[in-house]
């Protein structure tokens, strides 16, 4: 056999034992590793770890790996995210519109049921109040549609609000005649 074939086959075998070694070893680890936690809990290394005995915290968010830091501030100091509270903002701000209809409403009509010289000036009230809430309707869906492109959740979605929606819940015409 030549020194050339000789060494041939020394790397060939050195490349069999190698891989039978990296085999070995990932097999041996997983077993290592085993052993050293077990002989860690029989010398009592585990036993006065902080939190021991206390519930595990399972509150944590798995979607916001990233901004964990900040979610925790947040509920440290119980402060909401920021679109939860412009998500309040809006919801405060339709409320206000819905009830201000509804009283509106509410006293229109009573006045218009007496009243039998004003009715002109009525009308021309109720329909400015409905001018007025138009404009304020299409700045709430302004937010509104800023809102739904920054929320986090397809649930959380707020739907745009109308003018007819809005007085059909107050039972409500748009024109008052």
Same mark, same amino acid.
């Not at 936690?37 to 290394?45: A, P």
């Not at 798995?62 to 901004?67: I, R």
């Not at 509104?144 to 107050?170: G, V, Y």
């Given at each position: ?47 006065? @770890? ?7 915290? *399972? +509150? %944590?968010?798995?979607? $916001? ?6 979610? /925790? ?57 409905? @001018? ?7 700045? *709430? +869906? %302004?937010?509104?549609? $800023? ?6 959740? /397809? ?23």
């Amino acid at each position: 056999m030549s020194e050339k074939e000789y060494d041939d086959e020394t790397t060939v075998d050195s490349l069999a034992d190698f891989a039978e070694y990296r085999s070995r070893m990932r097999n041996e680890r997983a077993d290592l590793i085993e052993e050293l936690i077990q002989d860690g809990f029989e010398q009592g290394h585990f036993d006065n @770890l902080p939190g021991k005995g206390k519930p595990l915290n *399972l +509150n %944590k968010n798995p979607y $916001a790996a990233d901004m964990e830091l900040a979610n /925790e501030l947040l509920k440290e100091n119980d402060l909401p995210p920021v679109w939860i509270l412009q998500r309040n903002e809006i919801l405060a701000k339709v409320a206000r519109l819905r009830a201000e209809i509804e009283r509106q409403w509410t006293w229109h009509q009573r006045e218009f049921g007496v009243a039998s010289v004003n009715k002109d000036r009525l009308t021309i009230s109720w329909d400015d109040y409905c @001018l007025k809430w138009i404009e304020e309707i299409a700045e *709430l +869906n %302004k937010a509104i549609d $800023a809102f739904n492109l920054k929320r986090p959740f /397809e649930n959380m979605e707020i739907f745009k609000l109308t003018i007819e929606n809005e007085l059909k819940r107050a039972n409500a015409p748009r024109w008052l005649r």
